[in-house]
């Protein structure tokens, strides 16, 4: 189990950056807006499923590297750092979009489903984030890490739904009035970007005094 204080800051950290409207966020909000709330639900969970394939993923091909020295711990987070504020400077200098989302035919909620799972499962750079993000947050001293690593990923996982769910039913109400406004679309690109840069620093700093 991670320690009390690195578990604070993985939560603060994780809900920060899932309240930050991201390519998934925009997803379920198109479904929402285009299909109303029940199918913004079902892609939200469809999508959460999807994500567990990566945390196990992470969890067994990270845990055995990270146990076996200091240098390859202090290595992989460092790089992870790295590479959240890379994606950050790299949302910041793609140009954000500016078309409103198009109307989508009416699909059945198991296909809905399918595909929100098929979405995430075959998205390399989410299975990137996970081996950037989740061992920012472990302590070899407080466990085995593959236990924390797939304990930060389902509760990770669980919020991600949770927020999601939240944005479906905000979007499936709100629909009219997002599906057509630009500057919604601009405002959610530049956020992503500064959230990224934040948490790559973050944690880099704090991963730093974890482990000497």
Do not use: C
């Amino acid at each position: 189990m991670p320690e009390t204080t690195s578990l604070a800051f993985f939560l603060i950290s994780s809900i920060i950056l899932l309240l930050t409207p991201g390519p998934a966020v925009l997803y379920i909000i198109t479904r929402s807006v285009n299909q109303g709330r029940i199918a913004g639900l079902v892609s939200a969970i469809g999508l959460g499923l999807g994500t567990m394939v990566h945390v196990v993923a992470a969890a067994f091909g990270l845990s055995a590297l990270l146990a076996t020295s200091a240098l390859a711990f202090n290595a992989v987070k460092l790089l992870g750092a790295a590479y959240l504020i890379y994606l950050g400077i790299r949302t910041l200098l793609n140009k954000a979009p500016t078309e409103p989302t198009q109307d989508a035919p009416p699909r059945q909620l198991k296909a809905i489903f399918k595909q929100g799972f098929i979405v995430n499962v075959l998205n390399p750079k989410l299975a990137l984030f996970f081996f950037a993000f989740l061992p920012q947050f472990t302590t070899p001293d407080h466990g085995s890490m593959t236990v924390q690593i797939a304990f930060l990923g389902l509760l990770f996982v669980t919020l991600g739904i949770f927020t999601d769910s939240l944005y479906a039913i905000i979007a499936g109400t709100l629909g009219g009035w997002l599906k057509n406004n630009r500057t919604f679309l601009s405002f959610q690109h530049t956020l992503s970007g500064i959230i990224y840069i934040f948490l790559g620093l973050t944690t880099a700093f704090a991963g730093s005094n974890n482990k000497n």
